[in-house]
C-alpha cells in the first residue's frame, strides 16, 4: 500500500517580541502549525468508484495516512487495515491544496459503513449528545468487543515513569510548548510508538493508524498515555483499538470514566510527581506498591 512521504512540517519559526519583568527585546519562536485536513474516501468497482468526504479537522501536518486510516478506523467506518487499498495527497492545482487533503482509496469488494458517519455518534465533547447513547454506539462497531484477556500487573514503579518518559520523547512539545500527545507503552515502561498534533483527538488516531498499518491492533496488553485531559472522544478511541489501560496526565471527564466502566479499563488521571488517581480499575489489572 502506497502511503504519503510528506515533509514534516509541524513547527514554524516566527520573529516575536519577548518581554521580561521590565524589558523587552526581539526574539525568534518556535510555534505548533496547525492546518485543515481534508480526508475523503473512494470506494467501489474500478470503473465506478464513489468519492465522499468525510471529515475536515485541524491538525499538525504529518503523518497523514495514519490520521486518515486511523480515523475511519476509531469511527467504525473501516474494520482493518486490509481494506485499505492506497492513501495519498490528490493532484491539485495548489500545493497547499494538495498537502490539505487526502484521500483513502479502498479496496474494491468493501462498502464502507457509512451510516456510522451520518448517525455522527462519534463527536467531540462540545457537541452535546447523548453520552449514554453514544457509548451503546461503541459497541455495535467495535472490532474488539469479546478480545481475550489476560490478567495483567501495574506497579507504581512503572506508571510513575510514564509521564516524564512521555514528555521527554516529545520534540515538537519541546519546541512549541503548545502541542498534544499521545504515546503506547508496554507494561515493562518502554515507549513503543508516540504521535504528536495540535488536536489531542488527531494525535491518539495517528498512533492508532501506526498500528493499525504496523498490525499490531488490538493493544489490549498495552497502556495509553495521554499527555493532556481524557476525554470521552479519547477514550472511546481507546475502546475502539482494544485498549485496556489509559493513563492522563491531566484530568478525565465524568462521561470517559463512564466509557472506562462500561468496557471494563483501566483508567488513571493527575498521573504526575509520582501521584495518580484511579478512576476505574479493570477485573483484569491489578495495580500493586511494588
Avoid: W
Amino acid at each position: 500500500m502506497k502511503t504519503n512521504t510528506l515533509e514534516n512540517k509541524s513547527v514554524q519559526k516566527i520573529d516575536i517580541v519577548k518581554v521580561k519583568e521590565d524589558r523587552s527585546f526581539p526574539y525568534t519562536d518556535d510555534i505548533s502549525v496547525e492546518e485543515p485536513l481534508e480526508i475523503q474516501i473512494s470506494y467501489g468497482p474500478k470503473d465506478q468508484r464513489i468519492s465522499k468526504n468525510i471529515s475536515v479537522t485541524m491538525r499538525t501536518p504529518g503523518n497523514d495516512s495514519e490520521l486518515a486510516a486511523g480515523f475511519l478506523f476509531t469511527e467504525g467506518i473501516i474494520s482493518g487495515y486490509h481494506q485499505i487499498q492506497n492513501i495519498d495527497h490528490p493532484q491539485a492545482e495548489c500545493s497547499r491544496n494538495r498537502e490539505n487533503i487526502i484521500e483513502v482509496k479502498l479496496t474494491e469488494d468493501f462498502v464502507p459503513h457509512l451510516k456510522n458517519v451520518d448517525r455522527n455518534f462519534y463527536t467531540t465533547s462540545s457537541c452535546g449528545v447523548c453520552g449514554k447513547g453514544s457509548i451503546e454506539s461503541i459497541k455495535t462497531v467495535s472490532s474488539f468487543q469479546d478480545i481475550k484477556r489476560e490478567e495483567l500487573t501495574l506497579s507504581f514503579d512503572i506508571l510513575y515513569q510514564l509521564s516524564g518518559n512521555l514528555q521527554s520523547f516529545q520534540n515538537n512539545f519541546s519546541a512549541t510548548g503548545g502541542i498534544h500527545a499521545s504515546g503506547i507503552f508496554n507494561f515493562d515502561g518502554q515507549l513503543l510508538a508516540l504521535r504528536e498534533d495540535v488536536g489531542r483527538h488527531n494525535a491518539l488516531d495517528k498512533l492508532i493508524g501506526h498500528a493499525l498499518f504496523t498490525g499490531q491492533l488490538p493493544l489490549k496488553d498495552k497502556i495509553l498515555v495521554l499527555s493532556g485531559r481524557a476525554s470521552f472522544e479519547l477514550i472511546q478511541k481507546a475502546a475502539m483499538a482494544g485498549i485496556t489501560v489509559v493513563a492522563a496526565i491531566g484530568a478525565p471527564s465524568s462521561l470517559a470514566v463512564d466509557v472506562a466502566k462500561e468496557f471494563d479499563m483501566t483508567l488513571l488521571g493527575f498521573l504526575r510527581d509520582n501521584r495518580f488517581n484511579i478512576y476505574n480499575e479493570s477485573s483484569f489489572h491489578k495495580i500493586i506498591e511494588k
